[in-house]
């Protein structure tokens, strides 16, 4: 199933399995996708969050962070959580094609279901932050 709503972020494609979304935008397979999710509980049963970093992660708002090479992001407080709190978490990726700028065109004929909210128009808008984080440091990365 693949889902297309206005993220955090910019509008996205969104999926139990990072293959489909692979395929709607014509991407490597092997390349990662961002997974999201709303509670800190569920980050945590996926990954282990270095403790130096936990409360920095929790806080962030519109940031990517990987860990141990799979990104993850936690989103709150926009309308995107609201959509986003049915599931455990979701694989997301920008709903455009491969290397390409975002269409309207393309995104709604991708997409199986589009999620609409009453202020909230699909559009491109700045990608979040990255952060690559160890046990040790943290590197800005975009």
Same mark, same amino acid.
């Given at each position: 199933?693949?889902? @297309?709503?206005?993220?955090?972020?910019? !509008? =996205? &494609? +969104?999926?139990?399995?990072?293959?489909?979304?692979?395929?709607?935008? %014509?991407?490597?397979?092997?390349?990662?996708?961002?997974?999201?999710?709303?509670?800190?509980?569920?980050?945590?049963?996926?990954?282990?969050?270095?403790?130096?970093?936990?409360?920095?992660?929790?806080?962030?708002?519109?940031?990517?962070?990987?860990?141990?090479?799979?990104?993850?992001? @936690?989103?709150?407080?926009?309308?995107? !959580? =609201? &959509? +986003?709190?049915?599931?455990?978490?979701?694989?997301?990726?920008?709903? %455009?094609?491969?290397?390409?700028?975002?269409?309207?065109?393309?995104?709604?004929?991708?997409?199986?279901?589009?999620?609409?909210?009453?202020?909230?128009?699909?559009?491109?808008?700045?990608?979040?932050?990255?952060?690559?984080?160890?046990?040790?440091?943290?590197?800005?990365?975009?």
């Amino acid at each position: 199933m693949l889902y @297309l709503a206005q993220t955090d972020t910019t !509008a =996205g &494609f +969104l999926a139990h399995n990072p293959d489909t979304i692979a395929r709607a935008k %014509n991407r490597e397979t092997n390349k990662p996708f961002v997974w999201t999710t709303t509670r800190l509980s569920n980050l945590r049963a996926v990954m282990r969050v270095p403790k130096k970093f936990a409360t920095r992660v929790r806080k962030s708002r519109r940031c990517t962070f990987i860990i141990r090479n799979r990104a993850v992001r @936690l989103v709150a407080d926009c309308p995107h !959580a =609201g &959509f +986003l709190q049915r599931f455990a978490g979701l694989f997301s990726s920008s709903a %455009n094609k491969s290397g390409e700028k975002f269409c309207i065109d393309f995104a709604l004929r991708s997409a199986r279901i589009c999620v609409f909210e009453r202020d909230n128009l699909l559009c491109e808008r700045t990608p979040s932050k990255i952060y690559r984080l160890n046990h040790y440091a943290i590197k800005r990365i975009r």
